[in-house]
Every structure is written in structure tokens, then in C-alpha cells.
């Protein structure tokens, strides 16, 4: 058993335990890839390949909270596994029976009649994703408004285990959060909150446990709800304010994403146009100064969009080209070395620049 194994329950269920999002590897990545442009839904792993997963993950520091789905879907499956019953049993048994949430189901492999379809901000339809080893995660639980409103009526229970699961235990990017819920302080009033998302769909459930009320938004689309919900209860947006707190749109957000998946690129290109002599339909020779500098670029690229998660699985296509394109140029310049000249004084000084730009991160990945 991997890292795993030391896990406790309570850092699965307050999204402390290191795990990442998702298990992550190819069938996911394909999945992403999928869904992003055909609508097509994941690929959804059994419970021994959730398990596998989740072993072979490496766990990022424990104790602090991070939010993950594979964790959340680890911890269902642990519990149903010590019952020795299918999750969607477990479920019916302690929440859904109990709570008469009759119309709430987890179905495997179809979604259930009258079921409403998810849509992508543009507006095409999404495949819904169902998954029974996900469940726990919200993949592939469908329910209806009523039953939302009977299963956050259960906060107001002191008895119940929902109130139990919202009682605030660590801090957390938004406040505090419990056992999934998170508690949230903005304008003088305290909110308890969880959303969701899944397949062109979007949740918000927003109490406010002082005046007795709720906000429950369902969406069909990939649009977020969270402001709407907040909206409904007429309180402050928490997070509207958390955006200008912590600039993380805009601009702000989308400049790691441009480093991560252009940089890679880039490598790859400038290693490669340097290899065959630029970009004309007749390339010039390149000398030994300007392949040197190339690949001093390349490597100062690569560094950079690594250190930003150019791995992460969404990602990895970016980063796969660039290492393709500059493995070609290295070939193609370690071919053409040999007859290669040695390149202006000029050159020779911008080829020393770039090793040593390049020479600063390779002495820095120890340290990483």
C-alpha cells in the first residue's frame, strides 16, 4: 500500500489528505480532451481502479486542506466496503431512507427518465457522468429540488448526521470547512455552503443558519450559480469578494495557463528552427554558437512552464509537443554539429547568455 494507507478518514472527508483533484493518467487525460470538445463524458474508473489510483497517487502535504474529488470518492467506497454493502445501498440506508429523499438516485451506467441534459456555455449538450465508483464524489447522483430541500433541512437537526458533517473543524480557503461543508463569513452573516459540477451541470446550496433559509440553485449548464444562490438569500456574494481579495481571474489566472502551455512549445521551435537554419523554404547553416543558445532557451522555457504545473493532466498534451519538437531539434542538431561553424563574436555572447539562463534552473531542480 502506497502513501495512502496513513490517510485518515477524517482528512479524506475535510479535504486534507494530500490526494489531488483526480487520479489523473491517460484514459483521463483522453477524457478531458473529450469532453472539452465533443461533450463526451470521462472515463469513470471501477472501485479497485479507484482504489489503485488513489495508492499510486503521490499525496501533497497532509493537513492542509485542498479539494479532491478522488478523495471524497475514496472515502465513499472505504465506507462501503467496511459495511459490506454498494455504496448507492449505504447511501439509501443512512441518508436518502431516512430523510424520505425518494427521487434522489444513483444510477450505474444511465441516467434515470426525465433526467435533464447538461449543456457547455455554448450551449451543446454534455454527456452526463455517471460513474458508480465516483458517486461520492457527486458524479452521476441525480436529485431533485424537494429532495435537496428535505436533505438541508437536516442542517437545522442538532441530531442529524448532515449538521454533524457542517459543524466548521479547520480552516480553509473559504473560512472553515467540516466533513465537505464549508462555513463562510462575508458582511456579518455566517453561511453554510456546497456546490458541485459535473457533465454541463452546476449546484449551489447557500444556508444561512441564523434566519432558517436556503438557497438551492440547479443549473444545466457549465455556468456557475454559486453568485446566484448568494443572490436568492440576499447576502453578500463570498465569492465575489474572495475574487478581489485574491486576484485569480482574468488576466491574473489565464497568464499560468498561457506559460504552461505555450512555453513547452516554444522549447520545442526554437530548438528546432535553430537545428534546420530558421524558417525560409532554403535554411541557412546554423553555427555551433546559435545551437548552443537554442538549447539554452529551450531549457530556461521548459524550467518555467514546469514550474507553473505545465504537467498537470490537462495540460500534458502542451508539454508532450514541446518535448517532441525540441528532441527532433536536438537530433537534427547534433547531426549537423560536426560541420557546423563556430559562429560570430555576437553570437558566442548570446550563446553564453542562454546556457546561462539555462544553467540556473538545472542547478535549482534539486531543490525542487
Known sequence: MGPIGDVTL???ASHRSGLPVQPGGLRMLVGIWGNNLFGLAPWQPGVAELFAAADAAPLGPRGETVYSNLGTAVLGQALAVRAG??????VRQLVTGPLGMTATTIPDGVAPPGAT??????????EPWIGAANAPAGSGVFSTVTDLVRYTGALADPGSPVAAAAVPRYPSDY???GYGWYTLEVGGHTLIWKNGGSGGMRSSILVEPSTGRAAIVLGNSEAGVDGVAAELLGVPSPFEA?????PSGGFAALGPVLVATAF???????TLGAARGGWRRTPRRASRAELLAA???AVFFLFVAWTVDATDVARLPWWLAGCVLTGAGAGQAACRWRGAPAGTAGQRVN????LLLAGVPLLALPLL
Open 175 to 177: 473560512g472553515r470547512i
Open 295 to 297: 538549447a539554452g532557451t
Open 117 to 126: 441534459a447538461g449543456h457547455d456555455t455554448a450551449g451543446r449538450v454534455q
Open 10 to 12: 477524517a482528512e479524506l
Open 242 to 246: 474572495r475574487t478581489a481579495e485574491t
Open 85 to 90: 454493502t454498494p455504496y448507492e445501498e449505504l
Open 351 to 354: 550563446a553564453a547568455f542562454s
Open 264 to 270: 513547452p512549445v516554444l522549447a520545442g521551435l526554437t
